[in-house]
């Protein structure tokens, strides 16, 4: 079964300094997507970046960009030039491709981000 | 554009009660979720259902039940509420289309049990 662990429960970041939030992850497939989720204090689950696994391209949102090691099994967001509005709980994501067993996403237990003024 | 609802938002229940958690959504989404957040947890997946009339069980299944009777809406029900099943209850739902979608998620059903 796959896993996703995020080790860092806790972060801190001064406003307009850089942070990377950590995600490792277990599977023996070859063909998988990652994503970051963000969940502000409303509760709301946003999409922050996904990547696929099968590009080696780094994928890049504006401020926030990942480094995916496929075989380190590691997924970590950059969020650059750090922003009020970015404290929030994240999540790192593993989904198997949709027509596997209805593309459940299984998640890691979160980090919580706060950014200092 | 509503996306996903969930009904209702609040509820305390006693325990042994039970209740019903509707989701709704207006996008013609294939795929439904119910997933359970709890602190240290992340989200834990409890049912999914990958088309009308389909149902399965998730990572945590046990003490849910879930139905889809319609392909808009998804129902988790709780027979017999226990203080374990306090916690904040998402609904989601995506495309079938292959490719990483994203998941579309409800505002969140914030559960207790005494």
């Known amino acids: 079964a796959q896993t996703v662990t995020q080790s860092q429960p806790e972060m801190s970041v001064q406003e307009a300094e850089t942070v990377t939030l950590s995600c490792t992850y277990d599977?023996?497939?070859?063909?998988?997507?990652l994503f970051w989720y963000k969940q502000p204090p409303s509760r709301q689950m946003i999409l922050v970046i996904r990547?696929?696994?099968?590009?080696?391209q780094n994928a890049t949102e504006n401020r926030f960009s990942v480094n995916f090691q496929k075989a380190a099994k590691s997924f970590s967001l950059k969020i650059s030039d750090s922003q009020l509005g970015d404290a929030a709980m994240y999540f790192c994501?593993?989904?198997?491709?949709?027509?596997?067993?209805?593309?459940?996403?299984?998640f890691g237990q979160g980090t919580e981000l706060s950014v200092k003024p | 554009n509503a996306g996903v609802t969930q009904t209702p938002k609040f509820r305390v229940l006693k325990t042994g009660q039970s209740m019903t958690l509707l989701c709704a959504q207006d996008?013609?989404?294939?795929?439904m979720y119910w997933y359970r957040q709890d602190p240290g947890m992340g989200l834990r997946l409890i049912h999914y259902?990958?088309?009308?009339?389909?149902?399965a069980k998730g990572e945590v299944p046990d003490g849910y039940n879930v139905s889809r009777l319609k392909k808009q809406n998804f129902l988790l029900g709780l027979e017999s509420a226990a203080p374990s099943q306090t916690s904040v209850y998402f609904c989601?739902?995506?495309?079938?289309?292959?490719?990483?979608?994203?998941?579309?998620f409800g505002s969140g059903t914030q559960l207790s049990v005494l």
């Open positions: 989601a739902s995506s495309r079938r289309d292959r490719g990483p979608e994203k998941l579309f």
């Open positions: 599977t023996s497939e070859s063909d998988y997507y």
């Open positions: 990547q696929e696994a099968y590009k080696q």
């Open positions: 994501a593993y989904r198997r491709p949709t027509y596997n067993q209805g593309g459940k996403l299984i």
């Open positions: 996008m013609n989404h294939e795929y």
């Open positions: 259902s990958v088309g009308e009339g389909t149902t």
